[in-house]
């Protein structure tokens, strides 16, 4: 089992910045893609971004420009750096994994809501 532990949301005001971080614990060998997702009331969960072991990164083209998916393998931890925050990016954020390319994991979920 993984275990993903969200840190970071908050409020924050438009245009301003959040860094969200999520450390990986537990049986955490094979872990490949880390990154993250988000859901909004009344919406789906969507990816945000993703990022695998060797550093290839792909997000949703709202959040290009602005956020920043890292990754550091040696403390089993994914970041992602959101500049230039809008109203809409208000969302519950989730941290995933996926291990050996078969089992996804979850974190808990963190709340981000950028006033206007």
């Known amino acids: 089992q993984v275990r993903l532990v969200e840190s970071g949301g908050g409020l924050v005001q438009a245009g301003g910045s959040l860094r969200l971080s999520c450390a990986a614990s537990?049986?955490?060998?094979?872990?490949?893609?880390m990154g993250w997702y988000r859901q909004a009331p009344g919406n789906r969960r969507e990816l945000v971004a993703t990022i695998t072991n060797s550093g290839s990164t792909k997000s949703v083209d709202s959040v290009k420009g602005r956020f920043t998916i890292s990754r550091d393998n040696a403390k089993n931890t994914v970041y992602l750096q959101m500049n230039s925050l809008k109203p809409e990016d208000t969302a519950v954020y989730y941290c995933?994994?996926?291990?050996?390319?078969?089992?996804?994991?979850w974190g808990q979920g963190t709340q981000v809501t950028v006033s206007s």
């Open positions: 537990g049986s955490i060998g094979n872990i490949n893609t």
């Open positions: 995933y994994a996926n291990q050996y390319g078969l089992y996804d994991y």
